[in-house]
C-alpha cells in the first residue's frame, strides 16, 4: 500500500511552489530592472526640483496629498518616487560595476592558483583567507573615511568587496578539471597554461560564475545601500535607495512613507535577484535540472 509519504505527490507540490516563487521573482527582477534602465523616461517628476510648498506631503489616498506625488514628497518637496526609481538605478549601476570587477579580479586570480599551484596558489589563498576573516563593512568604512566618498571609490570598494567568492569557485574548479583526461592531454600535447585557460578551463566556468555573480549583486545592494545610510556612500543631493532611508530616518514618526519606499524597493531587489540566482544554478547544473 502506497502511503501519502511514498508518492510523489508532495514533491511535486514543493516544485510546484517553488516553481511559482521563482516565477514571481524573476517576474519582480524584470520590472525593477526596466524600471531603472528607463526611470528618465517614466518618473513624474525631477528627482532633485524642490519644492518646499509640497514637503512632507503623503502618498496618494492621504489628506494633503499633493497631485502627481504618488508616494509622497520629502523634507524638500521632492517627489519620492521619482528619487526611489533614480535611487535604484544608481544603486544597481555601482551593484554591476562592483560585481564586475570582483568577477575580473577574483576570477584572474583564481585561474592562476589552480593552474600554477605551488606557492602562487598559497599566496592567493592566503589573501583569500585574510578577506573572508575581516569583515569587510569595516574595511569599507576605512576607506571611505580615508579616500573620501566618491563614486570612483566607491565602485572600487564595492568591486572588492566578493572577489574571494569567485576566487574560491574559479580555483576549486580548475583543480577539479585539472585532472580530467582531457586537460591531461592537452598539457602532454605541449599547450601552456594561456592556452589551456581559454580554450579548455574558462567555458566550464561560464555557470559557476554566473550564478555567482546573481548571488554577489544582491550582497553589493545591501553593502552599497549600508554605506549610503551611514553617510559614506553616494553623497546629496544624488539619491541612492541606502542614502534616502538616512536622510529619512529622522522623519519616520511624522513622515514614514520617505522611508517606506527605499525600503521596499532594497527588499524586493535583494529577494528577487537571490532567487534569480537559485534558478540560474538550478538550470546551469545538470545534476539539479531534472529534480
Known sequence: ????????????????????????????????????????????????????????????????????????????????????????????GLAFAGAVIGLLIGGTLGLIAGL??????????????????????????LILSLMGSTLTVLVFVLGIAGWEQYARIVRAEVRRLSSLPFIEAAWTTGAGPIYIAWHHVLPNLISPLVVQFTLALSNIVILESTLSFLGLGVQPPQPSLGSMVGLGRDYMPTAPWIVLTPVVLIVALTFSVQILGDWVRDRADVRLRDR
Not at 516544485?15 to 524600471?35: C, E, M, P, W, Y
Not at 496629498?65 to 544597481?92: E, I
Open 1 to 92: 500500500m502506497t502511503t501519502f509519504a511514498d508518492s510523489d505527490i508532495l514533491p511535486r507540490c514543493k516544485k510546484n511552489r517553488l516553481d511559482f516563487i521563482q516565477t514571481i521573482a524573476i517576474t519582480i527582477s524584470v520590472i525593477l530592472f526596466a524600471a531603472a534602465l528607463f526611470a528618465p523616461l517614466v518618473v513624474p517628476f525631477d528627482p532633485l526640483s524642490q519644492s518646499l510648498m509640497t514637503r512632507l506631503r503623503p502618498p496618494m489616498g492621504f489628506e494633503r496629498f499633493a497631485s502627481g506625488h504618488f508616494a509622497g514628497t520629502d523634507a524638500l518637496g521632492r517627489d519620492v518616487l521619482s528619487r526611489s526609481l533614480y535611487g535604484l538605478r544608481l544603486t544597481l
Open 116 to 141: 600554477m599551484q605551488g606557492w602562487v596558489e598559497d599566496t592567493i589563498m592566503s589573501l583569500v583567507d585574510m578577506q573572508i576573516a575581516i569583515p569587510f563593512t569595516l574595511v569599507a568604512l
